[in-house]
């Protein structure tokens, strides 16, 4: 990062007296508010109410900054710098964030130096298409974010009355909010969601992985098209409709934890205690088998199809033909079939004749009524659990909850009902793929895994520092 032109330099009471993270950014705020007014040689004052609002911008981009600085990777900020959406589907924008305001007060972070721009956005009024501009935290702004005592997933409150019933619709091509009239079915969800997130944050979900495997973390994130860094601010979570339908999508989504990479979801913890990832087997099969009123059987719905090899391959393949609205004569960029001794069409169509009975599914684009099929099911479950005032992180149609609900048969027994309720029909199987935190191999046999609390494991090992420091600041912020 580059330097910069103006001092921002904590004063020695503020090294001194640990303050709550809400004065320290109340504190950061108004001195940025002055460095910028300082700098614009504005011949008149703003009116109260701009400055409230200018205010609000200040404090908005600077927390959206320090979020950014302890994310995992550390993540660029984006602001939208087109006038329009400020004020287009008012349901989804805060009210206090405008455009005049809020493109002031960041030409004046860049002005002073606080922040350097890593992508241009743009917009194309012919296509209504274009991406927001990028920008990071400039080294002194920095230096100051990484001093502030706390952490922003913990000291930062998520604003509860925050629109979480989300509806998108495709306009050229292109995924736009939409705006819509409640109905009883849109406030029930709300108010399912609201209950949901409550349960959410009133336990402290972490990820606890050795400071030496965080690099190899944070690279594996940054390659990947479909993860974004980690930000344990993200606490809660929204339900995202589609196609301008409330039929159709409705999965939940915005949670840190569905950016965690596969391999590395073991590792979540929830109140210091080792997790499982409990998982429906096979659940767009079984969902396409009963809206033809058949029975999927036994035999695996993708092993089937190339006699249980590449099952991988055969899945993606599966959902992307369950997807598709067009008969898919191409294969999709995201598979690989380099390792598979056949071309894609011959794959298509040894999916289509290992699951005739619902081959007319296929390229019919039902893939978001399903969804909203599975969106269903998973609140259902989440409600169970919350009920019990006990998370259940979901990740699509798999959900993340303490291990100890799995080996009592609660995890089953939810999942099935929550079926049942749904389709009418009750599923045949349900796999249960434990995935057991552990901390050293070597050492699990003297931690009593199943009984782990936060204190047998600082005492294994302190190269978990990150993970240590968010522990502390969130039983800190519950004494």
């Known amino acids: ?27 950061l705020t108004k001195e940025v508010v002055k460095l910028i007014e300082a700098s614009e040689g504005r011949s008149r004052s703003r009116t109260a109410n701009e400055q409230l609002r200018f205010n609000h911008a200040v404090h908005v981009l600077l ?20 006038s329009g959406w400020y004020s287009e589907n008012p349901r989804y924008r805060a009210p206090l964030l405008t455009y005049k305001q809020m493109i002031a007060v960041f030409d004046g972070l860049l002005k002073i130096g606080f922040i ?38 913990i000291s930062i409150k998520p604003d509860m009355d925050a629109e979480t019933i989300i509806l998108l619709n495709k306009v050229d091509d292109k995924k736009v ?13 709300r108010a399912n969601l609201k209950k949901i997130n409550s349960c959410f944050l009133k336990h402290w979900c972490d990820l606890e992985v050795q400071d030496t495997e965080l690099a190899k973390l944070e690279a ?28 159709q999508g409705g999965r939940f ?30 659940l767009n099969p079984h969902l396409l088998y009963h809206s033809k009123y058949k029975q999927l059987g036994s ?24 997807q598709a609205s067009t008969p898919l004569k191409n294969c999709p960029r995201d598979i690989d079939m380099s390792g598979v001794a056949m071309n894609w069409p011959e794959l298509r169509e040894r999916i289509l004749k290992a699951h005739k009975p619902i081959a007319d599914l296929f390229f019919s684009g039902v893939g978001n009524h399903l969804q909203f099929q599975d969106s269903n099911i998973a609140e259902r479950v989440m409600l169970h659990f919350a009920d019990m005032d006990a998370p259940a992180l979901p990740v699509h149609d798999s959900f993340i909850l303490h291990h100890a609900y799995g080996e009592s048969g609660e995890v089953e027994e939810a999942m099935r009902k929550a079926f049942f309720e749904v389709t009418g029909e009750n599923i045949s199987k349900i796999d249960e793929e ?41 039983y800190g912020s519950q004494s």
Not at 122 to 149: C, M, P, S
Not at 177 to 189: G, I, K, M, S
């Open 177 to 189: 909010l939409q705006e819509y009239e409640d109905t009883p079915a849109t406030e029930r969800h």
């Open 1 to 27: 990062m580059g330097g910069s032109s103006s001092s921002l330099t904590p004063s020695n009471s503020m090294k001194s007296i640990t303050m709550t993270y809400v004065s320290q950014i109340d504190e």
């Open 63 to 82: 927390t959206d900054l320090w979020k950014a600085v302890k994310s995992t990777p550390i993540r660029e900020c984006s602001i939208n710098k087109r």
């Open 434 to 474: 434990i995935l057991t935190w552990t901390y050293r191999k070597d050492q699990d046999d003297t931690l009593e895994a199943k009984t782990l609390n936060v204190n047998a494991i600082l005492n294994a090992d302190a190269d978990v520092s990150q993970w240590r420091e968010r522990h502390k600041h969130w």
């Open 220 to 247: 594996r994130i940054a390659n990947s098209v479909t993860k974004e860094p980690i930000d344990f601010s993200q606490r809660t979570l929204v339900r995202i409709f589609s196609n301008g339908s409330f039929k």
């Open 299 to 322: 035999v695996d719905a993708y092993d089937r199809v190339l006699d249980g090899e590449h099952r991988k391959i055969v899945k993606q393949a599966f959902n992307a033909m369950v």
């Open 253 to 282: 989504y915005r949670g840190w934890w569905q950016n965690v990479p596969s391999e590395y979801r073991k590792y979540i913890t929830i109140d210091e205690k080792r997790t499982a990832e409990f998982d429906f087997s096979q």
């Open 116 to 153: 350097e721009v890593t992508r241009e956005g743009y917009f194309d009024r012919t296509i209504y298409q274009g991406k927001t501009t990028r920008f990071v935290a400039r080294d002194e702004l920095l230096e100051r974010l990484q001093e502030l005592d706390g952490h922003p997933a």
